[in-house]
């Protein structure tokens, strides 16, 4: 398609632009034929890759996960409730009792770590939150209804604090390195990874409006960071703090540390969890699986994602 070209813009019947390798036209003697692949649009049972940075700006362009829309959000929420049980106490579907106040709650709460040391602390925990086995409540917040109940929770407690840390796989170049997917899998990851974000940045909205403090965690060059969402809560009283893992004690099975950027986000000042690395020495690699002790067969990304001691410490003593 060169404007020079005799073979794709001469008014004779060789032209041609169908690209198939077998055409006589498209690999003759003309710049077609120094191609080394075949053009040809992406169909939906295709297998491909995607980058994080364009399904940001997909989720960008449709306006959810966005602090503007939070009215909107919120009504959808209640609707939910009303769907479910008009006159009804979320406290009592959990076996608490009506009126309890929560000094801290824990949602995506993974080894539910954090929570256990925030109670070691003194302070009074909800129940940790997420679809593992392990968690005290154990909920799968990729459905609107289980969002809903979880949300009334919130409000019905009146937690002081709220920690997220949806899941990220979604949001980093890690996970992305030899996935290849149809377009309709790209889609169904999208439209989970944004649940979970969406109602993680209207959970923390809420909690700000009604005085009440929030955080959440990613990596910190995770693409959740240039979500709308996230910028539009910036733009208000959070502001976000980059912290080095190895420098709160994560180190592989080897002893090696571990360097991890992570970031936390929340109307709090957290400036004192900004701690940057200072090992000296050469750090492991988060990729493969632990090869040794009580961890082994798991992937690493998956055991470097669980907090270290020597951060939940130091976040409990933030908290309360």
Not at 234 to 261: H, M, T, V, W
Request: overall charge positive; glycine content about 8%.
């Amino acid at each position: 398609f060169l404007l020079g070209c005799e073979v794709c813009f001469a008014a004779q019947p060789a032209v041609c632009s169908c690209f198939l390798l077998t055409c006589p036209v498209c690999t003759g003697e003309s710049h077609l034929s120094k191609q080394r692949f075949v053009v040809r649009k992406v169909l939906k049972t295709d297998k491909y890759k995607r980058t994080v940075q364009a399904d940001v700006n997909l989720i960008n362009q449709s306006g959810r996960a966005c602090v503007s829309n939070h009215g909107n959000y919120v009504r959808s929420l209640k609707s939910q409730l009303l769907n479910m049980r008009p006159s009804w106490s979320a406290m009592q579907e959990i076996g608490r009792d009506i009126g309890e106040r929560w000094d801290f709650m824990e949602i995506f709460s993974g080894c539910s770590r954090l929570s256990k040391e925030v109670a070691k602390f003194g302070g009074k925990c909800g129940p940790a939150v997420d679809c593992l086995p392990s968690a005290e409540l154990r909920l799968d917040l990729s459905t609107p209804s289980t969002r809903a109940l979880l949300w009334q929770l919130v409000k019905e407690s009146r937690v002081r604090w709220i920690h997220l840390g949806f899941p990220c796989t979604f949001f980093i170049n890690l996970g992305r390195c030899t996935a290849l997917r149809t377009h309709t899998q790209w889609e169904e990851l999208r439209e989970t990874a944004l649940g979970h974000m969406e109602f993680s940045i209207h959970l923390l909205r809420e909690q700000e409006t009604e005085g009440r403090d929030g955080s959440m965690e990613q990596p910190r060059n995770a693409g959740s960071w240039r979500c709308r969402g996230w910028t539009e809560l910036e733009n208000s009283s959070f502001q976000k703090y980059i912290y080095d893992s190895c420098a709160f004690g994560l180190c592989d099975e080897y002893g090696r540390p571990l360097q991890k950027p992570g970031a936390l986000g929340s109307n709090r000042d957290l400036s004192t969890m900004e701690r940057q690395c200072c090992c000296g020495v050469p750090h492991g690699r988060v990729e493969g699986s632990v090869q040794q002790g009580p961890e082994k067969g798991r992937r690493r990304s998956e055991v470097a994602g669980q907090y270290t001691l020597a951060f939940c410490q130091a976040f409990a003593r933030e908290i309360l």
